[in-house]
């Protein structure tokens, strides 16, 4: 349970268990004792998860854990539609959500060590 919440807490998921869905695989085992479990994880940010491109669990030399392995889609060649950001303007009646928002700007601003506007401007949206 605690592993649970804290995935929920950073936002991340488990990449092999959302592309493999209905398989039963196993990356530790003691063949003697018939146990097997899965005790090797890729735990990724959510957002992220549509990029995996492949996961796998593979059979090791030598070892009792099997190698767990993902691969992600090169997320720079992937060509972006034309989005939108739409911003809830009912945050803008309330000071606390005004002050909070121009610290993040600020942070934003202090942390755009490439100069580039645009980046910038994308991660104040990501922020807020």
Same mark, same amino acid.
């Given at each position: 349970m605690a592993l649970i919440n804290l995935l929920d807490c950073f936002d991340q998921c488990d990449i092999?268990?959302?592309n493999n869905t209905n398989k039963h695989m196993f990356t530790w085992c003691n063949r003697k004792n018939k146990i097997?479990?899965?005790l090797d994880y890729w735990f990724v940010?959510?957002?992220l998860a549509n990029v995996g491109k492949q996961t796998n669990i593979l059979p090791s030399i030598r070892s009792d854990?099997? !190698?767990t392995g993902t691969s992600l889609?090169?997320?720079t060649s992937m060509i972006r539609g034309p989005g939108?950001?739409?911003f809830n303007t009912d945050l803008l009646g309330d000071t606390n959500d005004i002050n909070l928002i121009?610290?993040?700007i600020s942070k934003s601003e202090a942390n755009n060590k490439y100069g580039d506007k645009s980046a910038m401007w994308e991660l104040i949206k990501?922020? !807020?």
């Open positions: 092999w268990r959302l097997y479990c899965r940010v959510e957002h854990h099997n !190698i889609i090169n997320v939108y950001w739409k121009k610290v993040v990501m922020d !807020i």
